[in-house]
C-alpha cells in the first residue's frame, strides 16, 4: 500500500514560480523565525470619495491556519510552523504518524517557508519508484480593509469629525491570495464582532470605532480607529430689536428707526450658515443689523443650519409705525 503525506496546514493559490523548500531526500529547509504579516493600510471613504484618515493601532493575533479554497490549492500562512505526518490511506479517519526529528530528543521539528509564494514539497522517485509532488501557497499579506461611511454630510476642519443625521457604517475587505475570513469591529471598547450589516449611528454622541480584517490563514490588518461625532441638534437663533414694543401682542409694532440685530449658535459642528429673507426679497447672508426707517407690515424669515446640515428657522412678524 502507498504512503501518502498529510500536511497539516491550509493552502493558497498564486502565480508565482515554484520555489523548493524541502525533500524528503536532500537539502534541508531554511530554519528560522519568519516575518510578520505585511503591514496594510486601511482606509476611510466618505460618499465614495476620500476620508479622514485613521489611526493605526496595533496587529490582533489570530491562530495561523490551514485553507483549502475551492481550487483545491492549500494555503498557509507564511510564519506558521509546518509538521508532516505520514498514513498509509487518504482516508482521514485512518491513523496518522507525526514525523520527529533525527537529534537526541525525537522531537516534532517543524519547517517554515522560507518566502510567499508557491511551494513545491517533493519525495524524489527513481528505481521505478514514482516520486511525489505537492503544492503549498504561503501568504504573508494581510487583507486591506476600507471604512465606507455614507448617509450623512461630514465635517473636518482640521479638528474633530462631525457627521449629521442618517450615518451608515460598511467595512468593505480583500484579500487576494488566501482570502478574506472576515472583519471585525468594536464600538466604544466593547467585544470585537463579526461585522455582517452596515451599522448605523442614530445618537447623538462621541463614537470611537475600530475594526480590522483577517484573511483564511489568520493574518490580520493592522486595528484601524476613528473617532467622530454625530451631531444632530439644530442652531439656536436669537433675535434682539433695539427698541422696545409699542403694542405688544400677535404683531408687536416697532418705533421708525428700529434695528434688529440676529445671532445663531451650534455646539458641536458650528454654526455654517445665518440668512434672512425680508418680505418677497431674495434671501441674504446677514452680516450687519437691519434698520427700518420705512412705515409697514414686515415679515422676516431667518434660517440657520450648522455644517452637517442641521436646519433652524424662525419668522419675525411686525410693524414699524
Do not use: W
Not at 81 to 95: E, G, M, Q, T, V
Not at 96 to 104: A, F, I, N, S
Not at 178 to 199: M, N, R, W
Amino acid at each position: 500500500m502507498g504512503a501518502c503525506l498529510i500536511l497539516p496546514f491550509d493552502t493558497h493559490a498564486q502565480t508565482a514560480e515554484p520555489t523548493e523548500v524541502l525533500r524528503l531526500r536532500g537539502q534541508h529547509p531554511r530554519e528560522g523565525i519568519v516575518r510578520d504579516s505585511q503591514k496594510s493600510i486601511p482606509r476611510v471613504a466618505v460618499d465614495g470619495r476620500e476620508g479622514p484618515n485613521p489611526k493605526l493601532l496595533g496587529i490582533i493575533t489570530h491562530k495561523k491556519q490551514v485553507h483549502v479554497n475551492d481550487k483545491k490549492q492549500v494555503h498557509v500562512a507564511l510564519s506558521a510552523p509546518l509538521f508532516l505526518r505520514l498514513a498509509l490511506s487518504p482516508d482521514d479517519n485512518d491513523p496518522k504518524y507525526l514525523l520527529h526529528g533525527d537529534g537526541d530528543t525525537h522531537a516534532a521539528v517543524p519547517f517554515y517557508l522560507d518566502k510567499a509564494g508557491k511551494h513545491r514539497i517533493s519525495h524524489v522517485g527513481g528505481q521505478g519508484v514514482p516520486g511525489f509532488t505537492a503544492h503549498v501557497y504561503a501568504d504573508d499579506t494581510a487583507p486591506v480593509s476600507t471604512l465606507q461611511l455614507t448617509g450623512a454630510t461630514m465635517y473636518a476642519a482640521g479638528g474633530p469629525v462631525y457627521f449629521g443625521k442618517g450615518l451608515k457604517a460598511t467595512i468593505r475587505a480583500t484579500d487576494d491570495f488566501a482570502g478574506l475570513q472576515t472583519a471585525y469591529y468594536t464600538l466604544q471598547d466593547s467585544v470585537y464582532i463579526p461585522f455582517k450589516e452596515p451599522i448605523s449611528f442614530d445618537e447623538e454622541n462621541t463614537y470611537r470605532l475600530r475594526y480590522y480584517a483577517v484573511d483564511n490563514v489568520g493574518n490580520s490588518e493592522a486595528v484601524a480607529e476613528l473617532t467622530f461625532t454625530i451631531d444632530i441638534s439644530s442652531p439656536t437663533i436669537d433675535v434682539k430689536f433695539s427698541g422696545p414694543a409699542y403694542s405688544p401682542g400677535e404683531t408687536p409694532v416697532y418705533a421708525v428707526g428700529v434695528s434688529l440685530e440676529m445671532e445663531a449658535r451650534d455646539a458641536l459642528s458650528g454654526l455654517a450658515r445665518l440668512a434672512y429673507a425680508l418680505n418677497d426679497e431674495p434671501e441674504k447672508l446677514f452680516k450687519r443689523p437691519l434698520r427700518f426707517e420705512t412705515r409697514g407690515d414686515y415679515t422676516i424669515v431667518i434660517r440657520a443650519a450648522d455644517h452637517v446640515g442641521n436646519p433652524e428657522n424662525q419668522i419675525l412678524r411686525f410693524k414699524v409705525n
